[in-house]
């Protein structure tokens, strides 16, 4: 299984993003998915997660109101939503998967995981 996440950039504060993230080879192993963030000098940290069906997300309280995680299983992709983007929002973006259907919140229940796109807000 591979995630190739993409969209990360430079933005003004109070901008949009919006980051995807394809996954490619055994695509039927990848249930529930997720974005995460690690800014400098700081752990990965959950940022939204979406359930198999995409009927059931959770959002960081950080991003709520502001992020939109989506996911169109078809394509095989995984989509973040960015909107009024703020300098705290910098980090490298990861996108993540696991094989259960249920979304989780920790870095450790995640099996797949992309390289990391940058997003990087400018005051």
């Known amino acids: 299984v591979q995630l190739q996440a993409s969209g990360g950039g430079l933005v003004q504060a109070g901008g949009s993003r919006r980051l995807s993230c394809t996954v490619s080879?055994?695509?039927?192993?990848?249930?529930?998915m997720g974005w995460f963030r690690e800014a400098p000098g700081k752990e990965r940290e959950v940022v939204a997660s979406?359930?198999?069906?995409?009927?059931?997300?959770y959002y960081a309280n950080s991003v709520e109101g502001r992020f939109s995680i989506s996911r169109d299983n078809a394509k095989n992709t995984l989509y973040l939503q960015m909107n009024s983007l703020e300098p705290e929002d910098t980090a490298v973006y990861y996108c993540?998967?696991?094989?259960?259907?249920?979304?989780?919140?920790?870095?450790?229940?995640?099996?797949?995981w992309g390289q990391g796109t940058l997003v990087t807000v400018s005051s």
């Open positions: 993540a998967g696991r094989d259960s259907i249920y979304y989780s919140t920790k870095v450790g229940e995640y099996e797949y």
């Open positions: 080879g055994r695509t039927f192993s990848v249930a529930a």
């Open positions: 979406i359930s198999r069906s995409g009927g059931i997300a």
